[in-house]
């Protein structure tokens, strides 16, 4: 069975300062993964995916996470935060097997002006 | 575009009163899923189907059912609605190659 485990539920930050959201993940099997954002009022978008490759993955609006296989982790994270990045964020992840996606319980990203 | 549609948006019902949630893809998808979204508790898979007439249950099946007659809709019945339903409900789709998921924008059910 997979897990996704979101270290953070809230992550307050101020305007311009760097920020990191933690995800850690259980799988017996080679996965997929994914972050997504949930914009308020909206529905959840795609921000980067790890399919392959290169560990480091960069994805919309500045944000970058990296695979980190042997500590089964996904950090995302972004140099210099703005206030329009105040959401909510989901770390996923799906076997490479199959179609099922898991996903985290999410962190809110509050930014302050 | 590439889209995912659901109706409607918003809906307050009572207990007991049959409900349907439409979802509809343009993006000729076999994978679909319905997940329900609650604080604290992230997004969990109620049903999914992986092409016509070919459905399972998720996560978190008690008090849904689900249809998959034609390969873009795939949608999520409630025969008999409670307030432990109360929630915010996503439809998406998946397919090649990268096989992330599109969501649509949600629907709020409030049961009372």
């Known amino acids: 069975a997979q897990s996704v485990t979101q270290l953070d539920s809230q992550v307050p930050v101020f305007e311009e300062a760097p920020v990191e959201l933690r995800c850690n993940y259980s799988?017996?099997?080679?996965?997929?993964l994914f972050w997504y954002v949930q914009y308020p009022n909206q529905g959840l978008q795609l921000l980067l995916k790890y399919l392959s490759g290169s560990t480091l993955v960069k994805g919309i609006n500045g944000f970058e996470a990296e695979f980190n296989k042997s500590q089964t982790s996904f950090h995302l994270r972004k140099p210099s935060v703005h206030i329009s990045d105040t959401a909510e964020y989901f770390c996923a992840v799906r076997n490479t097997g199959g179609f099922k996606t898991i996903f985290g319980a999410g962190t809110r990203l509050f930014v302050k002006a | 575009e590439a889209q995912v549609t659901q109706n409607p948006r918003y809906l307050i019902t009572v207990t007991g009163k049959k409900l349907t949630v439409t979802c509809s893809q343009n993006m000729n998808h076999e994978y679909m899923s319905w997940y329900r979204q609650d604080p604290g508790l992230g997004l969990r898979q109620i049903y999914y189907s992986m092409n016509v007439e070919v459905t399972d249950k998720g996560d978190v099946p008690e008090g849904y059912k689900v249809s998959r007659k034609e390969k873009r809709n795939f949608p999520l019945i409630l025969e008999s609605p409670s307030p432990n339903q109360t929630s915010l409900y996503f439809c998406?789709?998946?397919?090649?190659?990268?096989?992330?998921?599109?969501f649509g924008p949600g629907t709020r059910l409030t049961v009372t």
């Open positions: 998406a789709s998946t397919g090649p190659p990268s096989y992330e998921q599109y």
């Open positions: 799988s017996s099997v080679s996965v997929y």
